[in-house]
């Protein structure tokens, strides 16, 4: 099992910057990928980014260029800084980690991005 828990998120004004932190327990030696998803209300929840232990990343469409994913050296810890931000990124963020060899899912509770114009 794996426990997950954001930090960072709050309100910011279009243009500014906001780090989000993952911290991960557990059975972080089973983690094979970490990465944040958002969820604005009335729609799904999104892949932002993605980070394997390798350290290759992913990154949705909508904010390549603006957000990086990272990971601490210890790999406990996933970070994503977020800048240039848009109203349209308002949403909970959450932190997500795939472990095990079928890659089970394990979710943060979520912390709340809003972003004013």
């Known amino acids: 099992q794996v426990q997950l828990v954001e930090s960072g998120g709050g309100l910011v004004q279009a243009g500014g910057s906001l780090r989000l932190s993952c911290a991960a327990s557990?059975?972080?030696?089973?983690?094979?990928?970490m990465g944040w998803y958002r969820q604005a209300p009335g729609k799904q929840r999104e892949l932002v980014a993605a980070?394997?232990?390798?350290?290759?990343?992913n990154y949705a469409d909508s904010v390549k260029g603006r957000f990086t994913i990272s990971r601490s050296d210890a790999k406990n810890r996933a970070y994503l800084q977020m800048n240039s931000l848009k109203p349209e990124d308002t949403a909970v963020y959450y932190c997500?980690?795939?472990?095990?060899?079928?890659?089970?899912?394990?979710w943060g509770q979520g912390t709340q991005v809003t972003v004013s114009s």
């Open positions: 557990g059975s972080i030696f089973s983690i094979n990928a």
């Open positions: 997500n980690a795939k472990g095990g060899k079928l890659w089970n899912d394990y």
């Open positions: 980070i394997t232990s390798g350290g290759s990343t």
